[in-house]
Structure formats: C-alpha cells, structure tokens
C-alpha cells in the first residue's frame, strides 16, 4: 500500500514538474521574441513608434527573425500612411480656401505615391526581392516628407493640425521601416566562403 502511494505521490511530482518545464520553455520563448521586437525597434529612428506598431500589427505576432519585422513594419507603414491619404482626401470637399484645398490634395498626392511603392513592395521580403524593398523605400523616403511644405502656406486649424500629425506618423513609421529593412538585408547576406587556407 505504501509502494502504491509513494508511486503515485512520485508520478504526480513528476508530471506538475513537466508541467512546469513546457510553461518555462513557453513562456521563455515569448519573452525572447518579444525582446527580439524591442531590441530591433531600440535600434531604429523612432523606437516607441516601432514598438507601438508592431505590436498592434497581426503580422508581427510571434516574430523573431528580422525579414518579419521589416515585412510587418511595412505593412503597419502602409496603414499609417492610408489613414492620412484618407483624411487627407475626405477633407477636400470641405476645404474653405484654396490654400487649404492645395495643402490637402498635395499631400495626399504625396501619401499615395509613397504608398504605391510600399504596396508594390509588400510579400515580396524574401531573398530574391529584399533589395527592391529597399529600393522602393529609398524611393519613398524622396516622396514622404512633403506634406510639410506643400501645407505652409495654408491657414492654421484643426484639419491641417490633423493632417500633419498624421503624416508625421506615416513619416516616422517609413525612417522605421527603412532601417528594419537595412538590417534584414544584413541578416539576409549570403555567408562568406569557406577560406581554402590549410590550418
């Protein structure tokens, strides 16, 4: 009898000990992964905005290697900068003056032509295409930053506050996007030839 309870006593410690092990082993791998999205984003222009995105980002659930990162920061850019494109153009119809209309259709000129490389580039983060990624973001970047200038003639109000925060979001998110891509392009770098030297 007591053989039998020590067994059981014995088997059960052993189980709520695996138990234990797999949760650790699980737990410790969403840790490293969630570290993994911090640490790259720390390394990026604007990490609060990385971090911020990402994570909301359904993409970049679970992601460890730096090609997802740089795919989800793309398509997190891609949102940011279709939510200013949107406002910028439902505000068209209600714009009093012309300053204010040309900001509005300048900038929204300038949020779909960056957006049109970004949507050229998404799913396309692998081997064979990561360099045209990067292409198209140095590209965007060349287009992204000029709500600010198309809009300083125009009078200051909340529609013009509004859109520039926005744009400004979408500018941030697109320096992040191009330094996640820099570094998968890095990690994406075929490995250096064995040397032919004899020891």
């Known amino acids: 009898m007591e053989a039998r309870s020590f067994m059981s006593c014995y ?12 949760l650790s082993v699980a737990l410790g791998a ?3 992964a969630g570290a993994d999205l911090k640490a790259s984003c720390a390394a990026t222009p604007h990490p609060d905005a990385c971090v911020a995105a990402l994570q909301a980002e359904p993409s970049a659930k679970g992601t460890a ?3 997802d990162l740089a795919e989800a ?5 891609s949102t940011a900068g279709a939510a200013a494109g949107d406002y910028a153009r439902a505000q068209l119809d209600v714009a009093k003056d012309n300053a204010a209309w040309q900001c509005l259709n300048e900038c929204a000129e300038d949020i779909e032509d960056a957006l049109s490389h970004l949507d050229d580039s998404e799913g396309q983060i692998d081997d064979a295409k990561i360099h045209d990624v990067k292409l198209f973001l140095d590209t965007t970047d060349q287009d992204a930053w ?42 994406a770098a075929p490995a250096p030839a064995p040397s032919s030297m004899s020891p």
Do not use: W
């Open 73 to 77: 920061a793309i398509l997190a850019a």
């Open 30 to 32: 969403g840790a490293f």
């Open 11 to 22: 088997c059960g410690s052993l189980l709520a000990a695996a138990v234990a092990l797999f």
């Open 146 to 187: 000029d709500c600010d200038d198309s809009c300083k003639h125009a009078p200051q109000t909340p529609v013009k506050a509004a859109l520039l925060a926005k744009n400004k979001a979408f500018e941030d998110l697109m320096a992040v996007t191009h330094a996640l891509v820099k570094r998968a392009i890095g990690g």
């Open 65 to 67: 290697t730096a090609r």
